[in-house]
């Protein structure tokens, strides 16, 4: 069984950074692809960022291209995501999921490719 354990989030004022971790459990972790997703109020789930097995391969959603960085350490079990140039609409609470794949570069852009999910990190940006 593998679980996910988000953290790092908080309050933070726009145009500040954040980094979110997420802890999985066990001993198999290099063989998941992860991905992190957000979901605000009133609003559908959204992809964010996925990491490949080897973390060779990243891919992003436009929304937070080249603000948001993605990236793992698999001696530690964690998947990170770096968040800059924060906003308010980034305001959600922010999953992580872990997918099981025999390939080591691949990444996946859509939630139901996910079989497990953390519980969730508040991340709230003020004005």
């Known amino acids: 069984q593998v679980q996910l354990v988000e953290s790092g989030g908080g309050l933070v004022q726009a145009g500040g950074s954040l980094r979110l971790s997420c802890a999985v459990s066990?001993?198999?972790?290099?063989?998941?692809?992860m991905g992190w997703f957000r979901q605000a109020p009133g609003k559908e789930r959204e992809f964010l960022a996925a990491?490949?097995?080897?973390?060779?391969?990243?891919y992003y959603a436009d929304s937070v291209k080249g603000r948001f960085t993605i990236s793992r350490d698999n001696a530690k079990n964690t998947v990170y995501l770096q968040m800059n140039s924060l906003k308010p609409e980034d305001t959600a609470v922010y999953y992580c999921?872990?997918?099981?794949?025999?390939?080591?570069?691949?990444?996946?852009?859509?939630?139901?490719?996910?079989?497990?999910w953390g519980q969730g990190t508040q991340v709230t940006v003020s004005s």
């Open positions: 066990g001993r198999t972790f290099n063989m998941y692809v």
């Open positions: 999921a872990a997918k099981f794949s025999r390939s080591s570069s691949a990444w996946y852009p859509f939630q139901n490719d996910y079989g497990y």
């Open positions: 990491i490949s097995r080897s973390g060779g391969s990243t």
